[in-house]
Structure formats: C-alpha cells, structure tokens
C-alpha cells in the first residue's frame, strides 16, 4: 500500500518520470479546454446549437478535477500542509464553480479560475529560470505591500477629499449628485481613466479636474517605482560574486580594515548565502 501511494505521489506531485509529466500534460490540456468552453457557452449562437454537448463536457471535466484534488489529498505525505498551500487552495476553488452553479445560476463561468492552474507549466516544462524569474517577483510584492497599502490610504483620503470639493463646487446641477459619486469621479479621473459619464462645468471645477489628472499621472508611477526597487533588491540578495576567489575577500577585507571599516552587513548576508562567512572571520 505505502509503495502504490509513493508512486501516485510522485506522479501526481513530481515532473521527474514520464508519467508525472505526462499526468501534469493532461491536466493542463483540460485545464485549456475548459477554459475554452466556458468562453464558447458565452457565445449565444454557440450555446443554442452545443449547450448541451458543452454542458456535459463541463461537468466531465469537473469530476476529473475533483477525482484528482481527491488524489492529491490521499497520497500527500502532508495533508494539511497541501490543503493550506497556495496551490491547494487553487485547486479546490477550481472544482468549485460547476457545484456552485447547482445553486446558483450562472456560477460556472467563475471555472475561468482553473487557469491559474496553467501557471503550473513552468514547473511541467522544466523551465526554472521563469520559475525563479516569479519567485523574484512574487518576493519583490510581498516586501513592498507595506509601501503600497500606505500609498493606497493616501490616494484614497485624496480621492474622498477630492470628490466633497468637486461636490461641493460642481453640485447636482452639474451631474454631482452626491459625495460618493464626485468620489466615483475622482478615482476615475486620478487614475487618468476618464469614462467622461460626468465632468465639471464650471471653471474652478475644471481647474480642479486639471490638477487631478496631472497628479494621476504622477501616482501612476509611485507604485511602479516602489515594486522595481524592491525587485532591484530582491535580485542584490539573490546575486552572489560567485567569480570572486578566497584571496579576493581576504584582501577586500584588509583594504577595509586598513581604513578603518569593518565588514558591510550586507557582504556579510551575502556571504553567509555563498558560504564564505569564514573569510571574513578570520
């Protein structure tokens, strides 16, 4: 029994054998149709002539995903760790749409979010250097959401700031009819997105309206600026001087010394990561 679960595990967990990688081919080609299908059953002529064919296949194709989240669950070495993971919990909201629209109509074309689950190509095709390349990205937005959520707080307390003055200038006459909708306005105009629905008549409302859009497109690219930096820096934690020699550390370190500057923090981690510390310790 424990040597049928090690090889459904590696199968369905691993890429190494042809059978892992043959496994992971196939979800990911049902994955692709599914996706299709649900963009087909939009299509009003489509589904009057194959709503039925495309029903089925729907529900076909759900019930592989659930028989294989189940899998998932039987053979991991560590359910819980795998149910709690990102992609756990990807996999399970997947086969969740098709059941949901049981009860309510139309939830099936939230099956769009299986294909999240293609990320999983990466992985499937071997390409590490995409994988890392995502890793680096998804570390570089984890280190600067404290950045942006204070930029956001501030760009909401301008655009509700914004709004009442817009309000206030403009008034219903104007299409302003409340705060909420001059607040509406202003993210849409600060975001430099203009659907043009409603704007400002008079002339210190236009003015205002200026400087709105001239601010936006300087907001545009506080948060750009804030996710490069740190990706900038996730990549310096991650680039080792693998060129450098034992003897080039050594005389690094005695070129600090002599004048008068003990080794950077930031050689240190890095070395620490190159396995080098012992260079500096001496």
């Known amino acids: 029994m424990k040597d049928l679960k090690s090889k ?51 529900w076909v194709i759900t019930i592989i995903f659930t028989i294989e989240y189940i899998l998932r669950i039987i053979v991991s070495w560590n359910t819980y760790k795998y149910v709690k993971s990102f992609w756990g919990i990807i996999d399970f909201i997947s086969i969740l749409p098709l059941y949901i629209a049981i009860f309510i109509s139309g939830a099936h074309v939230l099956s769009v979010i299986r294909s999240l689950r293609l990320i999983r ?64 306005w202003a993210i849409v105009s600060l975001t430099t997105v203009g659907y043009g629905d409603i704007s400002p008549q008079t002339g210190i409302g236009q003015f205002l309206a200026s400087a709105v859009m001239i601010i936006g497109y300087a907001i545009i690219a506080v948060p750009t600026g804030i996710v490069s930096a740190e990706m900038v820096n996730a990549k310096s934690d991650n680039t080792i001087p693998k060129c450098f020699k034992k003897s080039d550390f050594i005389f690094l370190k005695l070129v600090l010394k002599s004048i008068g500057i003990t080794c950077p923090e930031i050689f240190r981690e890095q070395l620490v990561k190159n396995n080098s510390r012992n260079y500096f310790n001496n």
Do not use: C
Not at 146 to 174: H, Q, S
């Open 8 to 58: 459904l595990y590696r199968i369905i967990f691993h890429v190494d054998t042809f059978w892992g990688k043959f496994f992971d081919v196939f979800l990911l080609i049902l994955i692709f149709i599914s996706v299709v299908l649900v963009a087909l059953e939009s299509v009003t002529s489509i589904k009057q002539n194959f709503g039925q064919l495309l029903f089925v296949s729907e």
């Open 121 to 184: 190509i990466f992985r499937v095709l071997n390409l590490s250097a995409f994988e890392n390349d995502s890793k680096l990205l998804g570390k570089a937005l984890r280190d600067s959401l404290r950045k942006i959520e204070v930029f956001l707080y501030i760009v909401l307390v301008m655009v509700i700031i914004i709004g009442t003055m817009m309000y206030y200038i403009e008034g219903a006459e104007n299409g302003f009819t409340s705060i909420p909708k001059s607040v509406y």
